[in-house]
């Protein structure tokens, strides 16, 4: 998505000086105006929508979690907390894991609950209702979280 961008805005400045007969300072501010608006924008979808899990699966001890290549098993005293939110940028409800100590997948891991993601009675909802699958999941995760905690004290 960056790499289309860029050269869009790479086509777009190769065929604007080609076209005008005098470059003028309108210009340029215009290409590094629109360049950082790319830039910014890109930096916003990474840091909110390309962070989310493609899966996560309870296993044995933890959480089975795969985002894109990587995949990793954390384990429930790994777990610092879960939540779970309505995160505004994706207009959607979440689940976020934050780590005690960072892993492959970073300190921190997003994803949407099948329960949120198929939850069509919210689309026109201005108060969004968690639902209470994934809520009770949570709970469930959390209580895992404890009791791993009490049996292996650190």
């Known amino acids: 998505m960056y790499v289309i961008g860029m050269v869009f805005i790479s086509i777009f400045t190769l065929t ?9 300072i309108i210009f340029f501010i215009f290409v590094i105006v629109m360049t950082a608006f790319h830039m910014m924008t890109f930096n916003y979808m990474k840091s909110n929508i390309l962070i989310l899990a493609d899966k996560v699966k309870e296993v044995e001890n ?3 979690i795969r985002n894109g290549k990587i995949s990793e098993t954390i384990d429930y005293d790994n777990i610092q907390s ?33 329960a949120d993601a198929s939850n069509y009675q919210r689309e026109f909802n201005p108060f969004p209702v968690k639902t209470p699958e ?19 004290p650190s």
């Open 134 to 152: 994934t809520q009770a999941w949570v709970d469930t995760l959390k209580e895992k979280i404890v009791q791993n905690t009490n049996k292996n």
């Open 62 to 64: 933890g959480l089975f």
């Open 16 to 24: 604007a000086l080609s076209m005008a007969s005098n470059s003028s």
């Open 82 to 114: 879960v939540t779970y939110r309505y995160l505004f940028s994706i207009k959607n409800n979440v689940v976020e894991l934050t780590f005690k100590n960072p892993t492959t997948l970073g300190n921190k891991v997003r994803f949407i609950s099948w």
